[in-house]
């Protein structure tokens, strides 16, 4: 059982446009939501995170929108950038379990020129 | 300060080998875990620790033990590897906000 999803293996966007990433979960127990970024042959890179107390965090041209009652969370890009073209993992814990992670299966980015 | 390093980056292992994932991390955190990451399955929990002697299973525990006996070690061991263990292994400690990796065994077993 998939608790995290992300049900679009692949997302091509044009530099300077806005990327959405979009991540589903099932469980209601989790309460704290992150982004991590991964390029080839490279860990995870932590990108943002979002409490469930929240319902939108930005960094900079990163926003998490968290949507509990849909128990559903995007990550918006603006503007994209040939740099951002990574494989991106939603990921999900409780942090009342000794934060243990729950990923996603990745979205493949492509930011083209 | 090195964060999080893993070694070996590359290995490749007979069936019925044993061999130990070495990861080590100079952050002074207590909660390290392993992780494996297969093609189109994301990334899953093998083991993790919160602390210097304790350590708990996580989703995809079996064939593999782990030991903490410092704060800054958290080795996992194949005991009779299997092809079903080739993947791609990442160690992680935790921040403030989330989890710190290392890059990553890359690891083959035929």
Redesign the interface.
Known sequence: DQQ?K?NSPSLSVQEGRISILNCDYTNSMFDYF?W?KKYP??????LI?ISSIKDKNEDGRFTVFLNKSAKHLSLHIVPSQPGDSAVY?C?ATDTGT?????????TRLQVTL | NAG?TQTPKFQVLKTGQSMTLQCAQDMNHE?M?W?RQDP??????IH?S?GAGIT?Q?EVPNGYNVSRSTTEDFPLRLLSAAPSQTSVY?C?S??N????????TRLTVV
């Open positions: 995290v992300q992150l991590y042959a490279e860990g995870p890179t932590f995170s993992f990921a000794a934060s243990k992670l729950t990923f996603g299966t990745g | 999080v909660y875990s992780y189109g399955m994301g990334l899953r929990l993790y919160v708990d996580g990442f992680a935790r921040t906000y989330g989890y710190t990796f290392g890059s990553g």
